[in-house]
């Protein structure tokens, strides 16, 4: 397959699937390219946000990554220039309606390949999701996003993982193997007819954490007629961003990297070999997201006296009411319960938390010493930061 059949496939069925009309009712959010996730991971939460961000979102599909950076900056009152690259002018268009409907300003749409995105920078940020696994050499992207990088700047991507998704390439073989050749259209409709008839033993069909194939054509094709796709296990991905000149500096969620839950000290092991172990003995990644920047320039520290936290996917009346009561914070996430050690002295800290208010600020309210704070509030971040609910950065302040 050639990557002319990726291009005619997402010209067929732009992807994900979307609606330009349901911006007016819903912001699709996630990770990456949240600019206070962004900032936590890639600036220490330090990023001087008066300054305008310019930003290029390559291979931005439909526009899930554009339409949250774009929106979430405009919200805040910060200044942008973006950059939208991708190949498919179905996805464009309806990339381009969505921002019309939100009126976002300073998009610049781009129809091209991701691999001349130095033509188009430098930039301070770059989101490339779902996009590196899929071009016929992966590391030919990954060595074009860094070339498009400003010394400071860094990437937030997502790439494909296998052991979350047993049994999606051997039918990807399979079609493949079948239908060569037709045109888009009749391939997804044979496609169709032939996984219905599928055993229910098969891996992919016991598989309940993939769902793309039931929501939607665009779903369907992509997660199982895609013509080159290609998963990265979290080492290969560190190879890759190394072989870029590239460092990884964070994931949305670090404790799912963190093997020590299910097998106790790992004293003595590499980083890399820690977090492959917690990926094997998991074995539900179906994706990799990660902030990377280039190799060798230094991040501020996160959680100085100045740092500004802001919580995600809580209140913080509610969280603050939660650790009073209980003494703990229980995290579920990815079929996995994580239960955190938080003195309810801790919740008048948590209380304080509006992404407006430093640590100094919040300590100074809640009228506590340094000694009473620095282990109440190593508690918090601990269990919030760990798990992604928990961010420092300077989005809303000034």
Known sequence: MTQSDVQAQYEAYPYPERKPTDERKRLISGSPSLPVEMDHWL???????SQPLHA??????????LMQLAQ??????????ITYLDMSTAARRIAEKRAAIRKLKNITFVTGSLLDAGQYGPFDYIDCCGVLHHLPDPQAGFNALAHALKPQGGIGLMVYAPHGRSGVYPLQAAFNQLLQGVEPRKRLKRAKAIFEGLPDAHPFKRNTRL???KQGDAGFYDLL????DRPYTITELMGALDGAGLEHVGSPEPMLYDPTTLVGDVTGMAQTAQM????NLRGTFKTHVAYARLRGQVVAPKGDAHAIPHLRMVAAADLAA???????ITIDTAAEAFTFPVDPQAAPLIAHINGRNSLEAIQQTAEQDTTTFAPLWTQIETALC?????????????
């Open 386 to 398: 760990g798990a992604g609910m928990m961010h420092y950065s300077g989005l809303l302040s000034g």
């Open 211 to 213: 769902v793309d194939h």
């Open 322 to 328: 939660h650790v009073s009561k209980r003494g703990q």
């Open 225 to 228: 007629l895609h013509s080159s």
């Open 72 to 81: 979430t900056l405009k919200d805040a009152g910060r200044p942008y220039n």
């Open 43 to 49: 600036w220490g939460g330090a990023r001087d946000w």
């Open 276 to 279: 492959q172990l917690a990926e």
């Open 56 to 65: 290029l979102i390559a291979g931005g599909g439909t526009g899930d990554g």
